[in-house]
Each structure stands twice: as structure tokens, then as C-alpha cells.
Nanobody, 126 residues
Framework: VQLQASGGGLVQAGGSLRLSCAAS????????GAWFRQAPGKEREFVAA??????????RYADSVKGRFTISRDNAKNTVYLPMNNLKPEDTAVYYC??????????????????WGRGTQVTVSS
């Protein structure tokens, strides 16, 4: 499966964006989906993950985005979404989507994901 992320941009603090990650085929439904981000000079970090089809639509979030970001997926469209509200300057980063067939317990582990999309830049001005 191949992934294409989109939806990044420049927004003022307090604003909103919605990221999308489109997968190339229907096998996407068999993968857990996730978003990670990487700010300049920092390591890539976990943002949010959502379970694969048939696993109960379980989601997980980094503490820094809880209550502001909401991950969802539409298996009919082979797409994972990340609406982001109340954005802060510290959310500025390149955002990457990824999928994996892994144990859900490791869904927030960057090194467990082997299929990545190209990043999309999110810049939040103060």
C-alpha cells in the first residue's frame, strides 16, 4: 500500500486544519493507521493512531494533542483523517501518516511502522 498525505498549511494560533492520508488500495482497511510529526531538530514523534477495520475503531493520542486532534478513518475511501483544532505554535512540524499490521499495544511506536507517506508541512504562527 502507498500513502499520500495532504492538508497542511499555514495557520494562526487557535486555528484549525484537517490532514488527510489517502491509501492506494483497499488493503488499507487491514492496517492500523497513524500520524507522526517531526519538528526541526527533533525526533519524529507519535501524534495519533486508529485501529484497523474489525478492531473496534480504537484510537490513541499523544498527551500533547488530546482534546484538540481527532483521528478518524473512512475505509470506503481508503483514507485516514486528522482534524486539528486550537493549533499552537508548538504543533509546527512536518506531519507524516503511516500504516502497519502490528500489535495494537505498539501503535504509538515509530519504529513499528514500515509504510510511510510523504510529509505535509503544518506551520502555526503566534
Amino acid at each position: 500500500v502507498q500513502l499520500q498525505a495532504s492538508g497542511g498549511g499555514l495557520v494562526q494560533a487557535g486555528g484549525s486544519l484537517r490532514l488527510s492520508c489517502a491509501a492506494s488500495d483497499r488493503t488499507f482497511r487491514n492496517f492500523h493507521g497513524a500520524w507522526f510529526r517531526q519538528a526541526p531538530g527533533k525526533e519524529r514523534e507519535f501524534v495519533a493512531a486508529i485501529s484497523r477495520s474489525g478492531y473496534g475503531s480504537v484510537s490513541r493520542y499523544a498527551d500533547s494533542v488530546k482534546g484538540r486532534f481527532t483521528i478518524s478513518r473512512d475505509n470506503a475511501k481508503n483514507t485516514v483523517y486528522l482534524p486539528m483544532n486550537n493549533l499552537k505554535p508548538e504543533d509546527t512540524a512536518v506531519y507524516y501518516c503511516a500504516v502497519a499490521q502490528i500489535v495494537w499495544a505498539y501503535a504509538d511506536h515509530t519504529d513499528q511502522y514500515t509504510t510511510w507517506g510523504r510529509g505535509t508541512q503544518v506551520t502555526v504562527s503566534s
